[in-house]
């Protein structure tokens, strides 16, 4: 996926979940946060951060803060770009070769799961979670407590049991970790979760991304370690 009109920036200050204040070109900009977790280490004050600004001349904020650079990584943290690059993996044959359809947003039973991908042998139920958070080369999800998350999970380990295809796609909104592993520390729960899923059949993956201030693609598996 490709991001249009694409500015570099400074970070300054995150006063709630949903703005922050960036500089751009010597001036304070209010930019829309396209991620509503917690993100501290990336959203230092003074770190060089990537705005996306809108054609919409009525919105009230005219920039989309999507990227940030922690070092010499350039992580993408818009929440919405996983399902948009998995979409775009998927439809390449890139998750399976042969797929005949690609459904997003699908809701069965009390679960509503990202995508309801199908191929001649039938449906595949997948969930897709953005990771941002990362820490001596390795990745980690969630970086707050996600109980919905915990469902989404709980919801694939059901539909396996009876018989469906079901992953789980861990999109790395980065380049090149040695590693993922789900968050205990902070969430014990989805990695209690995650286990269980993994061990009932559920597939799970790991992405890495390509990632450019403009653009986000799906690269490379990431070994997952589960214990």
């Known amino acids: 996926m490709r991001y249009e009109n694409v500015y570099e920036g400074r970070f300054l200050l995150r006063p709630n979940r949903f703005i922050a204040h960036v500089e751009v070109d010597g001036r ?3 930019c ?4 509503t977790g917690r993100c501290r280490e990336l959203l230092v004050p003074g770190a060089q951060v990537y705005l996306e600004r809108s054609t919409n001349p009525v ?5 989309d803060l999507i990227a940030v ?5 350039l992580i993408n943290m818009d929440a919405q770009a996983p399902n948009k690059v998995f979409g775009e993996w998927a439809a390449a044959g890139g998750f399976l070769p042969g797929l005949t359809a690609i459904r997003p947003e699908f809701t069965w039973e009390d679960s509503r799961f990202d995508f309801r991908l199908e191929d001649e042998k ?3 139920f997948v969930e897709v979670k953005g990771v941002t958070l990362e820490e001596d080369g390795e990745t980690r999800f969630p970086d707050a407590p996600t109980e919905r998350g915990a469902k989404h999970l709980r919801g694939l380990l059901r539909a396996s049991e009876q018989g469906f295809r079901t992953a789980v796609c861990f999109v790395i909104q980065m380049k090149g970790p040695r590693a993922f592993r789900p968050n205990d520390r902070t969430d014990p729960a989805f990695g209690a979760a995650l286990r269980q899923a993994a061990a009932g059949g559920v597939e799970v993956l790991a992405m890495d991304c390509r990632v450019e201030p403009d ?6 598996p990431v070994p ?3 214990t």
Request: net charge neutral.
């Open 215 to 220: 653009e986000l693609m799906i690269d490379s």
């Open 32 to 35: 829309h946060v396209k991620n």
């Open 28 to 30: 304070t900009e209010i």
């Open 224 to 226: 997952i370690d589960l």
């Open 59 to 63: 919105r009230k904020t005219q920039y």
């Open 69 to 73: 650079r922690k070092g010499e990584l």
């Open 122 to 124: 039938g449906p595949i």
